[in-house]
């Protein structure tokens, strides 16, 4: 079924936007480590540290004044599905830095999301500054579910005929993000530590180390 997917399409037809191995889905499946951490948007806060100028602490109630950006990308989980034309909202991290209200220091080179429960996941800095990157708090116009990360979840996807962008799979965007570090060295997060591949390149299927 999959022996003509090789590589990064050229093309963005249904059928091309599909990595190898992957199959269409029209449903979301739910897959997490752990159970469902409550929120509390009195208690909740948000935190930039590591590699910057100044670290960052926001409460849930400044987060939601930070610039709004939309975006309709592609999603590949490991587990093999493929969802296409999803929609989301959220915060860009680029954007962030290019209004100053993150500073990387010159020695940034790579970012740790750091979730609930100690979850963490890591992605190049590189990588994080992509279009295809969000810090996400709504799905299809509506506030994520608790089981899709609310309030806040890391997402990065496949943007359909843009070229040049690093596609990991779905696993690369934390669930109940709390936090930011940038770091100078990499380091692995949870699932890369239990074998996943660091890159997770969906068009090479980098998914075990």
């Known amino acids: 079924m999959f022996d003509r997917f090789f590589g990064r399409p050229e093309s963005s037809g249904p059928e091309d936007r599909v990595p190898p191995g992957q199959a269409l889905t029209s ?50 989980c490991v587990t093999r ?49 992509q279009d295809n990157f969000l810090l996400a708090t709504h799905y299809e116009g509506e506030p994520l579910t608790p089981d899709h990360g609310f309030p806040l979840r890391g ?22 993000l709390r936090g930011l570090e940038f770091m100078a060295q990499d380091r692995l997060g949870f699932w890369e530590q239990a074998g996943y591949h660091n890159e997770a390149d969906v068009w090479k299927e980098q998914r075990y180390a």
């Not at 752990?34 to 929120?39: H, V």
């Not at 290019?98 to 100690?118: F, S």
């Not at 997402?155 to 109940?176: M, Q, R």
């Open 155 to 176: 997402i990065i996807g496949h943007i359909p005929d843009k070229d040049g962008l690093v596609t990991p799979y779905f696993w690369k965007g934390a669930k109940w």
């Open 81 to 129: 599905w493929s969802k296409l034309d999803t929609r989301w909202e959220g915060v860009s991290v680029r954007t962030l830095i290019e209004q100053g209200l993150i500073k990387p220091l010159p020695t940034a080179r790579y970012v740790m999301q750091h979730a609930e429960y100690g979850f963490t996941v890591n992605l190049p800095l590189e990588v994080v500054l």
């Open 27 to 76: 449903k979301f499946p739910v897959l997490h480590y752990g159970p469902i951490p409550r929120f509390d948007p009195e208690t909740w806060d948000f935190r930039v540290w590591g590699e910057v100028e100044s670290p960052l602490r926001l409460s849930w109630e400044e987060f939601n004044q930070l610039p709004r950006t939309t975006l309709k990308i592609d999603i590949h």
